[in-house]
C-alpha cells in the first residue's frame, strides 16, 4: 500500500519559518519525482515546487529564493524549509507522488497519483 504522511506546518507570523515533510513507502521513492501543492481555501491545488529523482528541482516563481525542496533517499522522505513566509502562502500543503509531469494547477488528491493528507501552514500577518 502507498502512503504519503506528512508532518510539520503550523502557524507563524510573517517573516518566520516553517517545514514540512512527507514520508512516503509502498514504492520505490529514489525513481520517483515528488511534489509539494498547496490549496489555498477555495481554490484547487497549485504546485510550489518539484524534485526530480535526479535531484533537480522546480519552484514557482513566488516562492523562489525563499523555500528549499530536500529529499534524504534513505529516509524515503521529502522537505520543504519555508523562509520569509507570508500571509499569501497560507495554505493546505500536500506532498504528491504523481508518477509523471506535475501539472501546475489540479484537483487535490482527485484519484491522480499519490497524495498525502495534508498539512495546515497558516501566516498571519
Known amino acids: 500500500e502507498v502512503q504519503l504522511v506528512e508532518s510539520g506546518g503550523g502557524s507563524v507570523q510573517a517573516g518566520g519559518s516553517l517545514s514540512v515533510s512527507c514520508t512516503a513507502s509502498?514504492?520505490?521513492?529514489?525513481?520517483?519525482?515528488m511534489t509539494w501543492y498547496r490549496q489555498a481555501p477555495g481554490n484547487e491545488c497549485d504546485l510550489v515546487s518539484t524534485?526530480?529523482?535526479?535531484?533537480?528541482?522546480y519552484y514557482r516563481s513566488s516562492v523562489k529564493g525563499r523555500f528549499t525542496i530536500s529529499q534524504d533517499n534513505a529516509k524515503n522522505t521529502v522537505f520543504l524549509q519555508m523562509n520569509s513566509l507570508k500571509p499569501e502562502d497560507t495554505a493546505v500543503y500536500y506532498c504528491?507522488?504523481?508518477?509523471?509531469?506535475?501539472?501546475?494547477?489540479?484537483?487535490?488528491?482527485?484519484?491522480?497519483?499519490?497524495w498525502g493528507q495534508g498539512t495546515q501552514v497558516t501566516v498571519s500577518s
Open positions: 524534485i526530480s529523482s535526479d535531484g533537480s528541482t
Open positions: 504528491a507522488a504523481l508518477g509523471g509531469p506535475a501539472p501546475l494547477r489540479i484537483i487535490c488528491r482527485d484519484g491522480f497519483g499519490y
Open positions: 509502498g514504492f520505490t521513492f529514489d525513481d520517483s519525482d
